[in-house]
């Protein structure tokens, strides 16, 4: 899926940037196997990649920021619609006091791994996340951005 015409091309490449290497330096492993130093090809590449890949900002209820195609897809929503999106509202009402106290943990830590929690679409669809990796978007000199999340593994409900 091409990313669409009216996105700010610079911000995604930007953004695709931080992503992979907040990943790459928290983690400890690249978040996308990619050759190519060119970064408007990984923009393309992380963008069309077969797992979900979504971040927020640093609001107090931090808005959703960058969401990948399978994002987009698996929550049924326009970019414009995602990038519009508090964060805690992929979780429904119920389980956003788990996910936020998750996000506190990641803050502190970096960084986690093998989470699993119930999310849902736009539509009304719950389904399950897992082996999720959470992580803090950080500059390389330790500007804390937002934070991202990304899996491969989910199920509907």
């Not at 963008?47 to 979504?54: E, G, S, T």
Request: without cysteine; proline residues 6%; aromatic residues 10%.
């Amino acid at each position: 899926m091409p990313l669409p015409r009216h996105i700010d091309p610079d911000f995604v490449v930007a953004q695709s940037k931080l992503l992979t290497d907040s990943f790459q330096r928290l983690v400890g492993r690249p978040l996308i196997a990619f050759p190519s130093h060119d970064p408007s090809l990984l923009a393309e590449a992380l963008f069309d990649a077969p797992f979900v890949v979504v971040s927020h900002g640093t609001q107090a209820d931090p808005i959703l920021n960058y969401g990948n195609a399978v994002a987009l897809q698996l929550w049924e929503m326009s970019w414009d619609e995602l990038t519009a999106t508090p964060s805690r509202e992929t979780a429904e009402p119920a389980n956003q006091a788990a996910r936020a106290h998750a996000m506190d943990q990641v803050k502190k830590l970096g960084f986690t791994e093998g989470y699993q929690a119930v999310r849902i679409s736009k539509s009304g669809k719950r389904f399950e996340i897992k082996n999720t990796v959470i992580w803090n978007v950080v500059t390389a000199d330790g500007d804390f951005r937002g934070q991202a999340a990304t899996f491969a593994d989910w199920a509907f409900l």
